[in-house]
Each structure stands twice: as C-alpha cells, then as structure tokens.
C-alpha cells in the first residue's frame, strides 16, 4: 500500500500507518468525545470527554492491531511469512507475503483475530466491572471497547471473502471439496454479494433516516470496499495460482546487450530494437556495470528527445537495483517490484549478473497461461 510510514517493528513484523487512518481516527474521537459520552454522561466536564474520547480512540487502534497480530504470529507459527500490520481508514490489514497451501492453516490463521477480538473484548468488559465504582470515565472506556471488540468480531466472521470469515469459510470448502480454484471462486461470490448487501443497507438507511446519513453513507462505503477487495483478492488469488512455482531463472532474459552509457537513445533504438527486438540492455563502462535499460525506460522519454538522450541519462543506475537469486520464486519478484516500483530486477548468480527479470515478461507469463486456462 503507498502512502504509508512505518514506525518500527512488533514482533519482528513492520508496523505501518497509512494516512488515511487519521481520518478515521479523527472521525472516531471527535464523535466520542462529542456525542457519545456527552449524551451517555451528561454530567462530565469538557476536559473528560476529551481524554476519555482520545484514550478509548487510540485503545480502540491498538485493539484492532492486537487483532491483525494474531493473524500474523499464527499465520508465522504455520509458516506464512507475514511482512507488515497496515492501520488505514476501514481498519486493519496484515499483509501476508503468500496465500496459505493448507486449509488447516488457513482456516487457524483467520480465525485467530476474531478469536483475539472476542478476548480482548472480554478483558475490556471485566475490567468495566471492576472500576464501574471507582472511576466512571474509565469505566466507560472500557465499556465501549468491550463492545467494539465484540462487534469487529463478529463483523469480521461474515462469511465472505476476504472478510476472516470468508476465509474460514473457503478453508472449510477447501477441506470438503479438496478444490481450493472453486472454493476460492465461492467465497469470492458470497465476499461479492456481502459488499453489495452492505451497499444496499447503507442507501436504504440513508433515505430511511436523513439525520443519521452519515451512517448510511459509512455503511454504503464499506459495502463498497468489500466488493472492490472481493474482486481484486480473486484476481490476485489467480495469479498466485498461475505463478506457483515459476522461479526468476525461468523467465529471466538472457540476451541483454552490452552498450556503452553515452550511446544516444536514437542509435540504440535503430541498432538493437528496431531490427533485432532486444527489450534489455545492461550499461558498462570499462568492464564495470553501470545500470541496467529496458524498453519501459526508453518509453518515457519523448521520441523527439532521442537524439539527445544517452543511455546513461535514462538506465535504472546499478546503486538503485534490486537484485535477484536464479532460484527465487516470481511471485516474490513480482512483489519486491511492486514495493519498489521498478519495473526489471538482474538476477544474479555467484556475484555475476545471469539475466534480467523484466515486469512485462511476468505479465505476458500471465496472459499466455490465463488464455489457455492453466
Ligand atoms: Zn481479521
């Protein structure tokens, strides 16, 4: 996700703030500390609704993030590799570096954040009761929490995809069918029609209560999330599916060129591409790598510029490349070239450069195998 900083690790897994959370976390304390618990508490001054708004907000996060850890540290404990907890404006995301190959652990990994929530949700109601005499703000904190925990679980157990629900639910279709393509395709439909009912709620609302359109809208917004994530998780899933397996060295270039950085774009494209189609060039100077050209970098500049571009103005340099290991799976290629937003990736073997890895040949991978249906 771009947008995000991080800021720091738990557990060893990267934490990390998209802005788009401090919309929600505005909206959350400001309708806490001025509606809610003034209309609960009418007796409070301003200063308590305030401290308690902000404490129950930021207790409210870190329970979301407690939530998405037990995802990662279970989904780890079951060998799936959990990079980064993101905090954006519809909650919490773990993001998993690959998609679970056993339905056992797929289904123990999704079930343990709302099992975490329900917990946590408990510890907020005993503590309600413990300090119901003892301090009324606290008290209240912990009331709300308890019942927003209870709610994200619950929320989060809806059964479609990629909801944790729908997740246990497809690991449970997996485990019956032993179809893990169709038991995607289902819980992908009913994720679908989960974002479309909410869609629908939230517009019924809207025109049900006018003074409450805010919570129709929020509703609608949701719903809509939901069905954009149930598709986009689908497509992913495929091309999870479609690249298991595959290794750099299996579609690496291994004809890249040597040419030298003051060459002009204008005679690199007559010499090399126009009549012999190379996509990839590697720059040296006097032995010594320099960087690395492909056909996207030549596509960004402007034809009538390519008399007067070099090649050494337009390569990826060697200090900015990211390198891979002949072995390494494509799909974790495909992601670091994502992470970075680079678009080739050497693959290098015994400190010498074997080849190149270039985004678009992944791509057209993809659309070979998806067009004859593997
Ligand atoms: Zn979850």
Same mark, same amino acid.
């Given at each position: 996700m771009g947008g995000a900083f991080s800021l720091g690790r738990i557990f060893g897994i990267q934490f990390r703030i998209h802005y788009s959370w401090f919309i929600i976390f505005v909206l959350i304390t400001v309708s806490l500390s001025w509606e809610y618990f003034p209309y609960t508490y009418p007796e409070w001054s301003m200063t308590t609704y305030w401290l308690t708004g902000i404490g129950t907000s930021l207790l409210f996060f870190t329970s979301v993030v407690a939530h998405e850890l037990a995802h990662s540290l279970v989904g780890r404990a079951n060998g799936i590799p959990v990079k980064s907890i993101t905090l954006f404006l519809f909650g919490g995301v773990a993001h998993m570096t690959r998609e679970a190959t056993r339905h056992g652990a797929e289904f123990r990994m999704a079930l343990a954040g709302p099992v975490a929530s329900l917990v946590i949700g408990g510890i907020f109601f005993l503590l309600h009761l413990l300090l119901q005499g003892i301090s009324e703000p606290v008290a209240a904190l912990a009331f709300w929490l308890a019942q927003i925990n209870a709610v994200l679980a619950l929320f989060n157990l *809806? &059964? =479609?995809? &990629?909801l944790d629900g729908g997740r246990v639910f497809r690991s449970l279709l997996w485990r019956f069918t032993g179809n893990y393509r169709s038991a995607t395709r289902v819980a992908v439909e009913v994720g679908r029609g989960v974002g479309y009912l909410f869609m629908a709620g939230g517009i019924v609302l809207m025109f049900l209560y006018p003074k409450n359109w805010f919570n129709g809208l929020w509703l609608a917004c949701i719903g809509l999330f939901l069905s954009y994530m149930a598709t986009a998780s689908y497509r992913q899933a495929q091309w999870q599916a479609a690249l298991q397996g595959v290794r750099a060295a299996d579609v690496m270039t291994t004809t890249c060129p040597v040419v030298s950085p003051d060459m002009t774009i204008s005679r690199l494209v007559q010499d !090399? *591409? !126009?009549?012999? =189609?190379?996509r990839c060039f590697m720059v040296t100077d006097g032995g010594e790598l320099r960087g690395i050209l492909t056909l996207q970098n030549i596509r960004s500049v402007d034809q009538k510029s390519w008399d007067t571009t070099s090649v050494g103005d337009m390569m990826t340099p060697s200090e900015r490349l990211k390198v891979a290991q002949p072995g390494e799976e494509v799909l974790s290629v495909l992601e670091q070239m994502e992470e970075y937003s680079i678009s080739q990736m050497p693959v290098v073997s015994e400190g010498r450069i074997i080849g190149l890895v270039v985004r678009d040949d992944i791509v057209r991978l993809l659309y070979a195998r998806s067009r004859l249906g593997i």
């Open positions: *809806i &059964p =479609g995809f &990629p !090399y *591409i !126009y009549l012999s =189609g190379h």
